[in-house]
């Protein structure tokens, strides 16, 4: 067993970044994997929500905080022999030494992003460093691609993205998920009780969250 790894950056806070990475996290886990959490994030978001859960209803994925590793890709190797993922929840900047390091390393690195344009001209640096990552993946010898995708994260039910936002997204250059990921109350009520929407009533964040879960594990099996 070697764990596939998936970090969640981008430098915009307010991105539904961790809301993101735990609900994958436990989707993942429902599909009867082995799934561990890295909590990057110096605001411990990930952490504080797994501790939210009951004693007889865990949160289905161990959560472990590397929040201030300089060197979290050589950390992180103790965790790779023994889950099937690693999901990394990375702190909200383009300038930390955590992001470089996690994203020599991983496998994935999915970038939520909102799709209006002030929120997505405040994303262009991520573009950057996920280019400079790939130029220093090759530099060191590193075979394995890093794959890149944006997943369309906060949309408003009923709102059509404007002109201006889906030629910016174009303009990243990098591959967008077909799921979307839409701003509902239950994103929010699952931070404060340990869970993930698979475990309320709401059929329709259900529904987003198992698609895309299938279209990152069909990344990863178009890789073998």
Not at 65 to 86: C, M
Not at 117 to 138: C, Q, S, W
Request: hydrophobic share 40%; charged share 25%; glycine share 6%.
């Amino acid at each position: 067993m070697t764990a596939k790894i998936i970090a969640l950056a981008n430098q915009k806070g307010g991105c539904g970044k961790t809301t993101l990475a735990m609900n994958l996290a436990g989707s993942l886990a429902k599909n009867n994997a082995k799934v561990l959490v890295i909590d990057g994030d110096p605001q411990g978001t990930a952490t504080r929500w797994a501790s939210n859960a009951d004693d007889d209803a865990l949160f289905p994925c161990a959560v472990v905080s590397l929040s201030g590793s300089e060197k979290p890709n050589k950390e992180i190797k103790k965790f790779v022999d023994d889950y099937d993922y690693i999901v990394v929840d990375c702190p909200p900047s383009v300038d930390s030494r955590f992001n470089d390091s996690i994203l020599l390393v991983a496998d994935l690195a999915i970038i939520p992003i909102v799709p209006s344009p002030a929120d997505l001209y405040a994303t262009v640096g991520i573009k950057d460093l996920i280019n400079d990552v790939i130029e220093a993946r090759e530099d060191r010898g590193i075979d394995e691609p890093l794959n890149t995708r944006l997943v369309l994260n906060m949309c408003q039910s009923g709102v059509s993205m404007t002109s201006e936002a889906d030629e910016a997204i174009q303009a990243f250059g990098i591959q967008k998920c077909n799921t979307q990921i839409h701003l509902r109350t239950v994103y929010r009520q699952v931070i404060l009780n340990g869970k993930t929407v698979l475990d309320m009533k709401d059929e329709k964040a259900q529904s987003e969250i198992t698609r895309l879960t299938k279209e990152v594990t069909t990344i990863f099996n178009k890789d073998k």
